[in-house]
Protein backbone atom coordinates (compact mmCIF):
# COMPACT_ATOMS: atom_id res chain seq x y z
CA UNK A 1 0.00 0.00 0.00
CA UNK A 2 1.71 3.44 -1.29
CA UNK A 3 1.46 6.20 0.79
CA UNK A 4 -0.76 9.02 -0.48
CA UNK A 5 0.52 12.52 -1.56
CA UNK A 6 -1.01 14.42 1.17
CA UNK A 7 -1.43 11.43 4.18
CA UNK A 8 -4.14 12.37 7.31
CA UNK A 9 -0.75 11.06 9.57
CA UNK A 10 2.84 12.22 9.06
CA UNK A 11 5.80 10.79 10.61
CA UNK A 12 7.26 14.26 11.95
CA UNK A 13 3.28 15.02 13.75
CA UNK A 14 2.07 11.88 14.20
CA UNK A 15 4.42 8.99 15.26
CA UNK A 16 6.07 7.89 18.18
CA UNK A 17 8.76 5.26 18.36
CA UNK A 18 9.28 2.98 21.62
CA UNK A 19 11.67 0.46 22.01
CA UNK A 20 11.88 -1.24 25.45
CA UNK A 21 15.26 -2.72 26.08
CA UNK A 22 17.69 -3.45 28.83
CA UNK A 23 20.80 -3.33 26.56
CA UNK A 24 22.84 -0.19 26.02
CA UNK A 25 24.97 -1.75 23.32
CA UNK A 26 26.99 -0.07 20.37
CA UNK A 27 24.45 -1.71 18.04
CA UNK A 28 21.53 1.09 19.29
CA UNK A 29 23.39 3.66 17.90
CA UNK A 30 23.18 2.63 14.36
CA UNK A 31 19.87 1.60 15.18
CA UNK A 32 18.52 4.82 15.97
CA UNK A 33 19.89 6.38 12.92
CA UNK A 34 18.37 4.31 10.96
CA UNK A 35 14.86 5.45 12.73
CA UNK A 36 15.53 8.90 12.41
CA UNK A 37 15.84 8.76 9.22
CA UNK A 38 11.94 8.70 9.12
CA UNK A 39 11.61 12.13 10.85
CA UNK A 40 9.78 10.45 13.89
CA UNK A 41 7.94 12.99 16.27
CA UNK A 42 10.02 10.95 19.38
CA UNK A 43 11.90 7.98 19.87
CA UNK A 44 11.96 7.10 23.45
CA UNK A 45 13.47 4.04 24.98
CA UNK A 46 11.93 2.52 28.57
CA UNK A 47 14.80 0.34 30.16
CA UNK A 48 16.18 -0.08 33.92
CA UNK A 49 17.37 2.46 36.16
CA UNK A 50 20.81 0.55 35.72
CA UNK A 51 21.11 0.93 32.15
CA UNK A 52 19.26 4.62 31.89
CA UNK A 53 23.25 6.60 32.10
CA UNK A 54 25.02 4.57 28.96
CA UNK A 55 21.77 4.19 27.23
CA UNK A 56 21.06 8.19 27.50
CA UNK A 57 24.95 8.85 26.73
CA UNK A 58 24.39 6.59 23.39
CA UNK A 59 21.04 8.46 22.79
CA UNK A 60 23.08 11.90 22.88
CA UNK A 61 25.16 10.55 20.70
CA UNK A 62 23.13 10.88 18.07
CA UNK A 63 20.60 13.25 19.10
CA UNK A 64 22.68 16.03 21.34
CA UNK A 65 19.59 18.25 22.29
CA UNK A 66 17.67 15.47 23.40
CA UNK A 67 14.53 16.95 21.49
CA UNK A 68 13.71 13.78 19.84
CA UNK A 69 15.06 10.85 21.88
CA UNK A 70 14.28 10.22 25.25
CA UNK A 71 15.09 7.72 28.33
CA UNK A 72 12.44 7.09 30.51
CA UNK A 73 12.73 3.84 33.17
CA UNK A 74 10.33 1.59 35.22
CA UNK A 75 11.02 0.27 38.44
CA UNK A 76 12.04 -3.61 37.60
CA UNK A 77 12.17 -4.56 33.75
CA UNK A 78 9.90 -6.30 32.51
CA UNK A 79 8.98 -5.66 29.01
CA UNK A 80 4.87 -5.26 29.00
CA UNK A 81 5.00 -3.20 31.74
CA UNK A 82 7.82 -0.95 30.19
CA UNK A 83 5.24 -1.01 26.82
CA UNK A 84 2.48 0.95 29.10
CA UNK A 85 4.90 2.92 30.68
CA UNK A 86 6.13 4.03 27.14
CA UNK A 87 2.62 4.13 25.65
CA UNK A 88 1.36 6.35 28.51
CA UNK A 89 4.58 8.89 27.59
CA UNK A 90 3.12 9.42 24.18
CA UNK A 91 1.38 12.46 22.78
CA UNK A 92 0.91 11.17 19.28
CA UNK A 93 -1.67 9.58 17.24
CA UNK A 94 0.45 6.43 16.22
CA UNK A 95 3.16 3.84 17.94
CA UNK A 96 5.19 2.03 16.38
CA UNK A 97 7.44 -0.79 18.66
CA UNK A 98 10.81 -1.57 17.77
CA UNK A 99 13.52 -4.04 18.79
CA UNK A 100 16.51 -2.13 19.94
CA UNK A 101 18.80 -3.95 17.23
CA UNK A 102 16.51 -3.67 14.30
CA UNK A 103 17.89 -1.72 11.19
CA UNK A 104 15.15 0.47 9.43
CA UNK A 105 15.13 1.81 5.31
CA UNK A 106 14.91 5.21 4.91
CA UNK A 107 11.34 4.90 3.58
CA UNK A 108 10.23 2.97 6.55
CA UNK A 109 7.94 5.58 8.25
CA UNK A 110 5.89 7.05 5.80
CA UNK A 111 5.23 3.48 4.27
CA UNK A 112 4.19 1.80 7.53
CA UNK A 113 1.77 4.83 8.66
CA UNK A 114 0.63 4.55 4.99
CA UNK A 115 -2.34 1.75 5.35
CA UNK A 116 -3.82 3.82 8.77
CA UNK A 117 -5.39 5.90 6.07
CA UNK A 118 -8.10 3.48 6.45
CA UNK A 119 -9.78 3.84 9.59
CA UNK A 120 -10.68 -0.17 10.13
CA UNK A 121 -6.84 -0.18 10.62
CA UNK A 122 -5.55 -0.59 13.75
CA UNK A 123 -2.11 -2.34 13.28
CA UNK A 124 0.12 -2.37 10.53
CA UNK A 125 3.05 -5.01 10.49
CA UNK A 126 6.13 -5.29 7.95
CA UNK A 127 8.88 -8.15 6.51
CA UNK A 128 12.00 -8.84 7.69
CA UNK A 129 15.23 -9.86 6.48
CA UNK A 130 18.60 -11.34 9.08
CA UNK A 131 21.56 -9.41 9.72
CA UNK A 132 24.54 -11.09 10.33
CA UNK A 133 26.17 -10.40 13.93
CA UNK A 134 29.76 -11.40 12.14
CA UNK A 135 31.17 -11.62 8.77
CA UNK A 136 29.85 -14.27 8.08
CA UNK A 137 26.13 -16.20 8.73
CA UNK A 138 26.85 -18.49 11.36
CA UNK A 139 24.63 -22.24 11.08
CA UNK A 140 22.24 -20.61 13.43
CA UNK A 141 21.82 -17.26 11.11
CA UNK A 142 21.12 -19.15 8.19
CA UNK A 143 18.64 -21.25 9.77
CA UNK A 144 17.09 -18.17 11.01
CA UNK A 145 16.75 -16.58 7.24
CA UNK A 146 15.27 -20.24 6.14
CA UNK A 147 12.35 -19.46 8.56
CA UNK A 148 12.08 -15.87 8.16
CA UNK A 149 11.52 -16.03 4.55
CA UNK A 150 9.17 -18.87 4.86
CA UNK A 151 7.34 -15.66 8.04
CA UNK A 152 7.33 -13.16 4.81
CA UNK A 153 5.74 -15.60 2.35
CA UNK A 154 3.03 -16.40 4.88
CA UNK A 155 2.18 -13.23 6.07
CA UNK A 156 1.86 -12.05 2.49
CA UNK A 157 -0.70 -14.25 1.41
CA UNK A 158 -2.21 -14.16 4.17
CA UNK A 159 -2.67 -10.49 3.81
CA UNK A 160 -3.80 -10.37 0.31
CA UNK A 161 -6.39 -13.58 0.78
CA UNK A 162 -8.47 -12.42 3.85
CA UNK A 163 -6.44 -9.47 5.70
CA UNK A 164 -5.36 -11.63 8.47
CA UNK A 165 -2.23 -12.49 10.04
CA UNK A 166 -0.97 -14.53 13.07
CA UNK A 167 1.14 -12.53 14.41
CA UNK A 168 2.42 -8.46 14.09
CA UNK A 169 5.78 -9.22 15.37
CA UNK A 170 6.91 -7.09 17.58
CA UNK A 171 10.33 -6.31 15.82
CA UNK A 172 8.20 -3.40 14.40
CA UNK A 173 4.76 -3.21 14.27
CA UNK A 174 3.01 0.04 14.52
CA UNK A 175 -0.53 1.06 16.56
CA UNK A 176 -3.47 3.19 16.97
CA UNK A 177 -2.66 5.33 20.17
CA UNK A 178 -5.98 5.49 21.25
CA UNK A 179 -6.30 1.26 21.09
CA UNK A 180 -3.55 1.04 23.35
CA UNK A 181 -4.10 3.95 25.75
CA UNK A 182 -7.14 2.21 26.68
CA UNK A 183 -6.85 1.30 30.53
CA UNK A 184 -8.60 -1.96 30.37
CA UNK A 185 -6.31 -2.88 27.68
CA UNK A 186 -3.16 -1.89 30.08
CA UNK A 187 -4.60 -4.41 32.97
CA UNK A 188 -5.12 -7.42 30.61
CA UNK A 189 -1.89 -6.93 28.50
CA UNK A 190 0.31 -6.93 32.02
CA UNK A 191 -1.98 -9.54 33.30
CA UNK A 192 -2.25 -12.04 31.06
CA UNK A 193 -1.92 -15.57 32.50
CA UNK A 194 -1.83 -19.20 31.13
CA UNK A 195 -4.23 -21.53 32.79
CA UNK A 196 -4.59 -18.57 35.38
CA UNK A 197 -1.40 -18.98 37.20
CA UNK A 198 1.70 -18.88 35.08
CA UNK A 199 1.89 -15.20 34.39
CA UNK A 200 3.44 -15.00 30.90
CA UNK A 201 6.43 -12.14 30.09
CA UNK A 202 6.82 -12.64 26.37
CA UNK A 203 4.26 -13.08 23.68
CA UNK A 204 2.96 -8.87 23.96
CA UNK A 205 2.81 -8.95 20.16
CA UNK A 206 0.64 -12.37 19.99
CA UNK A 207 -1.81 -10.37 22.36
CA UNK A 208 -1.57 -6.81 20.75
CA UNK A 209 -2.66 -9.03 17.36
CA UNK A 210 -5.34 -11.24 19.47
CA UNK A 211 -6.37 -7.63 21.02
CA UNK A 212 -7.16 -6.09 17.81
CA UNK A 213 -9.19 -8.90 16.18
CA UNK A 214 -11.10 -8.98 18.95
CA UNK A 215 -12.42 -5.51 19.08
CA UNK A 216 -12.66 -5.97 15.44
CA UNK A 217 -9.79 -3.72 14.45
CA UNK A 218 -7.96 -4.67 11.29
CA UNK A 219 -4.99 -5.57 10.06
CA UNK A 220 -1.99 -5.33 7.58
CA UNK A 221 1.23 -6.14 6.39
CA UNK A 222 3.57 -4.38 4.44
CA UNK A 223 5.55 -6.66 2.57
CA UNK A 224 7.57 -4.26 0.09
CA UNK A 225 11.52 -3.19 -0.32
CA UNK A 226 10.47 0.29 1.23
CA UNK A 227 9.52 -1.54 4.85
CA UNK A 228 11.62 -4.48 5.06
CA UNK A 229 13.48 -4.06 8.49
CA UNK A 230 16.79 -6.09 9.02
CA UNK A 231 17.72 -7.42 12.45
CA UNK A 232 20.13 -9.79 14.18
CA UNK A 233 19.20 -13.22 15.46
CA UNK A 234 21.43 -15.31 18.21
CA UNK A 235 24.44 -16.87 16.12
CA UNK A 236 25.06 -19.56 18.47
CA UNK A 237 22.95 -22.49 20.00
CA UNK A 238 20.93 -19.68 21.81
CA UNK A 239 19.11 -19.83 19.16
CA UNK A 240 17.13 -22.84 19.96
CA UNK A 241 15.88 -21.02 23.26
CA UNK A 242 14.59 -18.52 21.32
CA UNK A 243 12.53 -20.90 18.92
CA UNK A 244 11.27 -22.47 22.72
CA UNK A 245 9.83 -19.20 23.35
CA UNK A 246 8.45 -18.43 20.25
CA UNK A 247 6.66 -21.67 19.26
CA UNK A 248 5.94 -21.65 23.47
CA UNK A 249 3.68 -18.60 22.59
CA UNK A 250 2.28 -19.68 19.32
CA UNK A 251 0.92 -22.24 20.73
CA UNK A 252 -0.33 -20.46 24.10
CA UNK A 253 -1.98 -17.61 21.55
CA UNK A 254 -2.71 -19.80 18.80
CA UNK A 255 -5.32 -21.81 20.77
CA UNK A 256 -6.77 -18.97 22.92
CA UNK A 257 -7.51 -17.44 19.19
CA UNK A 258 -9.43 -20.69 17.97
CA UNK A 259 -11.02 -22.05 20.79
CA UNK A 260 -11.60 -19.82 23.31
CA UNK A 261 -12.28 -16.48 21.42
CA UNK A 262 -13.01 -18.08 17.80
CA UNK A 263 -13.76 -14.46 16.62
CA UNK A 264 -10.82 -15.22 13.88
CA UNK A 265 -12.79 -17.82 12.44
CA UNK A 266 -15.66 -15.03 11.20
CA UNK A 267 -13.22 -12.35 10.36
CA UNK A 268 -10.37 -14.47 8.78
CA UNK A 269 -10.81 -17.89 7.62
CA UNK A 270 -7.45 -18.39 5.97
CA UNK A 271 -5.39 -17.23 8.84
CA UNK A 272 -7.48 -19.85 11.46
CA UNK A 273 -6.88 -22.04 8.95
CA UNK A 274 -2.93 -21.46 8.67
CA UNK A 275 -3.32 -21.65 12.56
CA UNK A 276 -4.65 -25.04 12.51
CA UNK A 277 -2.42 -26.16 9.77
CA UNK A 278 0.45 -25.40 12.69
CA UNK A 279 -0.92 -27.66 15.31
CA UNK A 280 -0.51 -30.40 13.23
CA UNK A 281 2.57 -30.04 11.07
CA UNK A 282 4.73 -31.51 13.44
CA UNK A 283 2.24 -34.83 13.28
CA UNK A 284 2.34 -34.82 9.52
CA UNK A 285 5.81 -34.01 8.94
CA UNK A 286 7.13 -36.63 10.88
CA UNK A 287 4.33 -39.34 9.57
CA UNK A 288 6.66 -39.26 6.47
CA UNK A 289 9.63 -41.08 8.14
CA UNK A 290 7.44 -42.79 10.49
CA UNK A 291 5.45 -45.18 7.79
CA UNK A 292 8.70 -46.01 5.27
CA UNK A 293 10.56 -47.16 8.39
CA UNK A 294 7.59 -48.95 9.26
CA UNK A 295 7.47 -50.54 5.75
CA UNK A 296 11.03 -51.10 5.68
CA UNK A 297 10.73 -52.97 8.96
CA UNK A 298 7.65 -55.20 7.73
CA UNK A 299 9.48 -55.79 4.65
CA UNK A 300 12.80 -57.66 7.01
CA UNK A 301 9.97 -59.39 8.93
CA UNK A 302 7.61 -60.64 6.20
CA UNK A 303 9.74 -61.27 2.97
CA UNK A 304 8.33 -60.97 -0.34
CA UNK A 305 7.64 -64.33 -2.11
CA UNK A 306 10.12 -65.08 -4.48
CA UNK A 307 7.24 -65.90 -6.99
CA UNK A 308 5.22 -62.75 -6.48
CA UNK A 309 3.95 -60.91 -9.25
CA UNK A 310 4.78 -57.35 -8.15
CA UNK A 311 7.86 -57.43 -5.63
CA UNK A 312 8.24 -54.67 -3.00
CA UNK A 313 10.54 -52.21 -3.89
CA UNK A 314 13.91 -52.59 -2.38
CA UNK A 315 14.72 -50.69 0.99
CA UNK A 316 17.39 -48.20 -0.46
CA UNK A 317 14.65 -47.15 -3.02
CA UNK A 318 12.48 -46.06 -0.77
CA UNK A 319 14.34 -44.06 1.18
CA UNK A 320 16.70 -42.69 -1.85
CA UNK A 321 12.98 -41.47 -3.27
CA UNK A 322 11.86 -39.96 -0.08
CA UNK A 323 14.93 -38.10 0.55
CA UNK A 324 14.88 -36.96 -3.17
CA UNK A 325 11.16 -35.89 -2.79
CA UNK A 326 11.81 -33.64 0.56
CA UNK A 327 14.82 -32.27 -1.56
CA UNK A 328 12.85 -31.09 -4.44
CA UNK A 329 9.88 -30.09 -2.37
CA UNK A 330 11.34 -28.13 -0.49
CA UNK A 331 13.49 -26.47 -2.67
CA UNK A 332 10.23 -25.33 -4.51
CA UNK A 333 9.21 -24.30 -1.54
CA UNK A 334 12.16 -21.90 -0.49
CA UNK A 335 13.31 -20.96 -4.17
CA UNK A 336 12.12 -17.02 -2.94
CA UNK A 337 15.21 -17.30 -0.56
CA UNK A 338 17.46 -18.64 -2.69
CA UNK A 339 16.78 -15.79 -5.12
CA UNK A 340 18.00 -13.72 -2.90
CA UNK A 341 20.57 -16.19 -1.23
CA UNK A 342 21.59 -18.76 -4.01
CA UNK A 343 24.56 -19.80 -1.54
CA UNK A 344 21.89 -21.39 0.90
CA UNK A 345 20.78 -24.07 -1.90
CA UNK A 346 24.36 -25.91 -0.07
CA UNK A 347 22.40 -25.86 3.07
CA UNK A 348 19.16 -27.42 1.95
CA UNK A 349 19.99 -30.74 3.39
CA UNK A 350 20.74 -29.32 6.94
CA UNK A 351 17.16 -27.09 7.07
CA UNK A 352 15.61 -30.27 6.33
CA UNK A 353 16.95 -32.07 9.05
CA UNK A 354 16.37 -29.24 11.02
CA UNK A 355 12.78 -28.90 10.50
CA UNK A 356 12.64 -32.82 11.72
CA UNK A 357 13.93 -31.67 15.05
CA UNK A 358 11.72 -28.37 14.86
CA UNK A 359 8.62 -30.58 14.48
CA UNK A 360 9.83 -32.78 18.41
CA UNK A 361 10.98 -29.35 19.46
CA UNK A 362 7.31 -27.87 18.79
CA UNK A 363 5.55 -31.18 20.69
CA UNK A 364 8.01 -30.91 23.69
CA UNK A 365 6.54 -26.99 23.40
CA UNK A 366 3.08 -28.46 23.98
CA UNK A 367 3.80 -30.30 26.95
CA UNK A 368 5.50 -27.21 29.04
CA UNK A 369 3.32 -24.29 28.44
CA UNK A 370 3.92 -23.43 31.94
CA UNK A 371 7.17 -22.20 31.13
CA UNK A 372 6.73 -18.62 30.13
CA UNK A 373 9.68 -16.85 30.67
CA UNK A 374 12.21 -15.38 27.88
CA UNK A 375 14.97 -17.67 28.23
CA UNK A 376 17.30 -15.31 25.99
CA UNK A 377 16.43 -12.04 28.02
CA UNK A 378 18.32 -12.18 31.38
CA UNK A 379 16.97 -10.08 33.92
CA UNK A 380 13.38 -9.41 32.28
CA UNK A 381 11.24 -12.13 34.24
CA UNK A 382 10.03 -10.06 37.03
CA UNK A 383 6.99 -12.15 38.28
CA UNK A 384 4.83 -9.89 39.73
CA UNK A 385 1.51 -8.84 38.12
CA UNK A 386 0.24 -5.77 38.23
CA UNK A 387 -3.57 -6.21 39.29
CA UNK A 388 -4.31 -2.40 38.68
CA UNK A 389 -7.45 -2.24 36.55
CA UNK A 390 -9.52 0.33 39.19
CA UNK A 391 -5.74 1.90 39.68
CA UNK A 392 -5.05 2.45 36.01
CA UNK A 393 -8.73 3.59 35.25
CA UNK A 394 -8.95 6.63 38.72
CA UNK A 395 -5.04 7.48 37.38
CA UNK A 396 -5.77 7.60 33.79
CA UNK A 397 -8.71 7.19 32.69
CA UNK A 398 -9.93 10.82 33.00
CA UNK A 399 -6.87 11.82 30.90
CA UNK A 400 -7.47 8.42 28.29
CA UNK A 401 -10.87 10.53 27.78
CA UNK A 402 -9.57 13.84 27.23
CA UNK A 403 -6.64 12.69 24.96
CA UNK A 404 -8.76 9.82 22.54
CA UNK A 405 -11.55 13.16 21.90
CA UNK A 406 -8.31 14.54 19.75
CA UNK A 407 -7.29 10.70 18.76
CA UNK A 408 -11.03 9.47 17.85
CA UNK A 409 -11.05 11.30 14.51
CA UNK A 410 -13.00 8.86 12.67
CA UNK A 411 -15.18 8.34 15.82
CA UNK A 412 -14.92 5.23 16.35
CA UNK A 413 -15.51 3.48 20.44
CA UNK A 414 -12.99 1.47 22.05
CA UNK A 415 -15.66 -1.45 23.12
CA UNK A 416 -13.87 -3.46 25.99
CA UNK A 417 -14.45 -7.54 26.32
CA UNK A 418 -12.06 -9.97 28.52
CA UNK A 419 -8.88 -10.96 25.70
CA UNK A 420 -8.64 -15.41 26.25
CA UNK A 421 -9.92 -15.30 29.83
CA UNK A 422 -8.04 -17.22 32.03
CA UNK A 423 -6.56 -19.73 29.38
Same mark, same amino acid.
Given at each position: MKPKKNPTFTCKRDVTILIPTID?????????? /???????????????????? *???????????????????TVEKPNKRKQMVA??????? $????????????????GEWIIAPFEDPRIGGVGTSQTVLSIGERFTIWEILAAFRISMRNIEITASTKIDGGLCCLSGRTAAYRTQIIRDPEFQSQFQNEFWLGKYHQHSGDDKFLTRWLYYHEWKTYCQTCPEVELASTFKDNWRFLKQLLRWTRNTWRSDFKSIFVE????????? /? *??????????????LMGPVTITYFAIQRQYNPPSPNARNPPLEDWVIFTSYAVYLLLTRF????????RRPIDVFFLPVVI??????????????? /????????????????????? *????????? $? $???????GLLKDGRKVTHGKLGGDV
Open positions: AGEEIKLAIK /TWLKSDPYEVIFITSKETKP *ALLELARSVDPSGNIVKVIGINEVKT $QLIIFADDDVLWPSKMRKVWRQYPY /T *AFTMIDKFFNPLTLIKYAPHFVLFNFYFAFLKIYCLF /TLHITEWGTRVGADHDEGTDN *AKELEAEGG $Q $QFELETQ
